[in-house]
């Protein structure tokens, strides 16, 4: 089955950090690129960052630039997304989703659960 | 890297048929056949119902179905159920790896 496990929200002040992962299973997760997409409470969908199978290619939406950073590790099938200078508007449910082996697509399937991140003094 | 629009809701009646619209712009819907839709139920996780406009994953039923015209991608969802409740988020690819979100649908059977 595949499956994709987030893990490391929590709380934490403005100006923090936080490092989220995601550990994916039941694929050659080498061989897909990998996205984070987070929906703040009661509110939609937003795509945060997305990365290519080898980790050469990283594209993040304008609100994140400089401020996250994601990585993988394809040794331990596993996703990451470092988050510094967190603000307030960066609370949100993240999800890690599996995206195509190719480029020029645009689907996200399967998704995580999601892991709460909330910034708040 | 606007969001695309989509109306905040729709009804319909078990049995019937209800489209939601999904509107962009010639930077992305309109440039490319890469849209997809996503169904998320209340404390859930989204999951794919449509990608590349108009292609069904394996598992979902044939009542879904997507096409665009223009700037504007649609969701039709033919043969309403109660378990068609749910919110629905359009994407859509905007060039070089960014991807946009709709604001999404609720959609409520009556």
């Known amino acids: 089955e595949v499956q994709l496990v987030e893990s490391g929200g929590g709380l934490v002040q403005p100006g923090g950090s936080l490092r989220l992962s995601c550990a994916a299973s039941g694929f050659t997760f080498s061989s897909y690129w990998m996205s984070w997409v987070r929906q703040a409470p009661g509110k939609g969908l937003e795509w945060v960052a997305n990365?290519?199978?080898?980790?050469?290619?990283?594209y993040y939406v304008d609100s994140v630039k400089g401020r996250f950073t994601i990585s993988r590790d394809n040794a331990k099938n596993s996703l990451y997304l470092q988050m510094n200078s967190l603000r307030a508007e960066d609370t949100a449910v993240y999800y890690c989703?599996?995206?195509?082996?190719?480029?020029?697509?645009?689907?996200?399937?399967?998704w995580g659960q999601g892991t709460l991140v909330t910034v708040s003094s | 890297q606007s969001a695309l629009t989509q109306p905040a809701s729709v009804s319909g009646s078990p049995g019937q048929s209800i489209t939601i619209s999904c509107t962009g712009t010639?930077?992305?819907?309109?440039?490319?056949?890469?849209v997809s839709w996503y169904q998320q139920h209340p404390g859930k996780a989204p999951k794919l119902m449509i990608y590349e406009g108009s292609k069904r994953p394996s598992g979902v039923s044939n009542r879904f179905s997507g096409s665009k015209s223009g700037n504007t991608a649609s969701l039709t969802i033919s043969g309403l159920q109660a378990e068609d409740e749910a919110d629905y988020y359009c994407c859509s690819y905007a060039g070089s790896s960014f991807r946009v979100f709709g604001g999404g649908t609720k959609l409520t059977v009556l």
């Open positions: 010639s930077s992305d819907v309109g440039s490319y056949n890469l």
């Open positions: 990365i290519k199978q080898d980790g050469s290619e990283k």
């Open positions: 989703a599996r995206e195509s082996e190719w480029e020029l697509t645009n689907w996200f399937d399967p």
